[in-house]
């Protein structure tokens, strides 16, 4: 870890920025297929359910190794596992660019699932270890500055690059820009070590710790909630705001841009134990809320859907990198990584619930009916943390006061 300082070094934004980066390229290829489900599905002959499912395999998968991978990884350090997980990932997207069907590029998205199961484990801790303990919540920031900066330029870019040239450009292109970030974070992530190697036997301890199976349920709602409605955006916009390609890449990009502010507002307000607990139910009520008013958002016209999207925006971005910070905050020092490796699991168990109950609702209800689901969801998820997370937060000592 880096001394503490009033100022973030060069050689340390140096680090951080190139993680951000990677994340960057990490959440443009997650999230990819949502802007290009429509021509995916089209150009394998399924509809645009089953094309879902590519979301929800593969975020599953995420769920599912997430912690196996970094507990049988945990003996690395963390600079040669991360160079070593993002080569994997530039192989994957090689792998789904030449896909010649429907399976092998299911099966080339779950190598991609596998890299990004170590690297969301390991990124937050690789983060907050480059600074100093009072800048972690501005390296945290970066982090998820750089997946939303995925969903303004990499996500429709992306969707450009899949509907000027087809699909397969667009997975072939972020194989090209993975191949540049391998090297840059070759020269600017300095050796660190991952310390001790995590134990089975040291899961049950994490998951009695009270805030963070109180994060972790919550986590798993609010995600399920969040792309029950996100997984079918493409889709819902087209089929009941009417809405042109333009402006639904458009709107992709707002949404973005307010993931940016999100984490911005995050990095400068997120401290205080008042103002962490009320930026948590602002958070998810937030989401909730935005869910529910997309319907109405998405007859009334473009503006009013470009204003749900910033509401939806900042509200999940600073959900998602509250809830890390705080996983950072309880867990000790030797589980941080496999605790971020369950909490990213989690939330992907959320992404694919999610892509799977907007799937099922969709089909059964109507494309309209998605985000009033999803709404509903995130009612479920708001009276947790208000119920059992928050007040969970303010008994609990965090992990290095209990040292």
Known sequence: ???????????????????????????TSEFMPIGLLVDISADFGV???TGG???????????????????????FGFRSLLLAVVAVFGVGQLC?????????LMGARLIVACAHAIFWSIAPSIAARVVSVEHRSVALSAIVTGSAVAQILGLPLGRVIGLALG???????????????????????????????????????????????????CTAV????????????????????????????????TFGVAGI???FLFARFYVGQRRRFWYVRVALAGVALALALMFAAALAGEAAVLAVFVLWGICGTTFNVAFQSEILRFAPPQGAAVATAIFSGIFNLGIGSGSAVGGAVSTSLGMGAVCFAGALIGVV???????????????????????
Not at 59 to 70: D, E, F, H
Not at 236 to 252: E, M, N, R
Request: proline fraction near 6%; aromatic fraction near 10%.
């Open 96 to 104: 789904s660019a030449l896909a010649p069907g429907y399976w092998s």
């Open 222 to 253: 609010m995600a399920t909630a969040y792309y029950t409605g996100y997984s079918y955006v493409e889709p819902f916009l087209q089929q009941v705001g009417g809405l042109p390609d333009d402006a639904i890449t458009s709107s992709l990009m």
């Open 261 to 263: 502010i999100g984490s």
């Open 167 to 217: 699909w397969r450009m667009s997975f072939a292109s972020i194989a090209a820009v993975t191949a540049v970030v391998l090297v840059v974070l070759l020269i600017a992530v300095p050796k660190m070590s991952a310390g001790e190697p995590f134990k089975v036997g040291q899961l049950p301890d994490l998951v009695k710790n009270p805030v963070l199976l109180s994060l972790f349920v």
């Open 47 to 49: 509809n645009e359910a």
């Open 1 to 27: 870890m880096a001394s503490g300082s009033s100022k973030i070094s060069i050689r340390e934004w140096a680090a951080i920025i190139s993680i951000a980066a990677t994340a960057f390229v990490f959440n």
């Open 381 to 403: 998820g708001v009276a947790i943390a208000c119920v059992f997370l928050i007040p969970a937060m303010r008994r609990t000592k965090p992990a290095e006061q209990q040292a």
């Open 53 to 75: 499912v590519l979301i929800t395999a593969y975020a599953w998968a995420v769920c599912i190794l997430s912690v196996p991978l970094m507990v049988a990884t945990s003996r």
